[in-house]
């Protein structure tokens, strides 16, 4: 079965400084999907970042970058020079590739940048 | 505009009610999926489909009904047997291509509140 876990529930922040979110998943299957949404006080999930198992590049997409490890199971998410509108709940998942595409959801990770 | 859309944003039912909760989408996905989001918690699926005129259940299923008789819409009915409906319900479609490659992307939300 697959899981995802975030183990820190809320992370303040001062404005510029950096915070990273951390996600540590649990699958059996050996092809596999990773994804990052953001959450703002709107409600609507945000799509910001797929990565396939078979890809352990890692990427930097303006002030964000995701660093993925299958050695350790983990694909955390950094975000660079916090600015008070990356406030929101961000959500880690994962999709098996036998899974008829249904997505595990992390708890997420409240983030508070303070101005 | 190309996107998914969920009516109302706001819905307030009485116990013994049933409700509808709408979804549409106008990207020409063939899977469309709810979700059901808990205060601090992630999102748990529902129910979801691949096509039209079928659909599966998801992970907490009962007391939810879906239909699926256009490739466009996908109504959530929140019957009387669902115990704690309150809740923030999230509508998503993927293109679906046989394989987890696809990102899911996700409608605003209809937040309803039992009185």
């Known amino acids: 079965a697959q899981k995802v876990t975030q183990a820190q529930t809320e992370i303040s922040v001062v404005e510029k400084e950096d915070v990273t979110l951390d996600c540590v998943y649990e699958?059996?299957?050996?092809?596999?999907?990773l994804f990052w949404y953001k959450q703002p006080p709107s409600g609507e999930l945000v799509f910001l970042i797929r990565?396939?198992?078979?890809?352990?590049q890692n990427e930097i997409s303006g002030r964000y970058s995701w660093n993925f490890q299958k050695s350790t199971s983990s694909f955390n998410f950094t975000i660079t020079a916090s600015q008070v509108v990356d406030s929101a709940v961000y959500f880690c998942a994962l999709s098996e590739a036998h899974g008829n595409n249904r997505l595990a959801f992390g708890k997420g990770n409240q983030v508070v940048v303070i101005p | 505009d190309g996107g998914i859309t969920q009516s109302p944003k706001y819905l307030f039912r009485k116990e013994g009610q049933n409700v509808t909760l709408s979804c549409e989408q106008n990207l020409n996905h063939d899977a469309m999926y709810w979700y059901r989001q808990d205060p601090g918690q992630g999102l748990r699926l529902i129910y979801y489909s691949q096509i039209v005129n079928d659909f599966q259940k998801g992970d907490i299923a009962e007391g939810y009904s879906v239909s699926r008789e256009k490739k466009e819409s996908f109504p959530l009915t929140v019957t009387s047997a669902q115990k704690n409906p309150t809740a923030f319900y999230l509508c998503a479609s993927t293109a679906w291509g046989g394989a987890s490659t696809d990102t899911q992307y996700f409608g605003p939300g209809t937040r309803l509140t039992v009185l």
């Open positions: 990565r396939n198992s078979f890809d352990e």
């Open positions: 699958t059996r299957d050996t092809t596999y999907y």
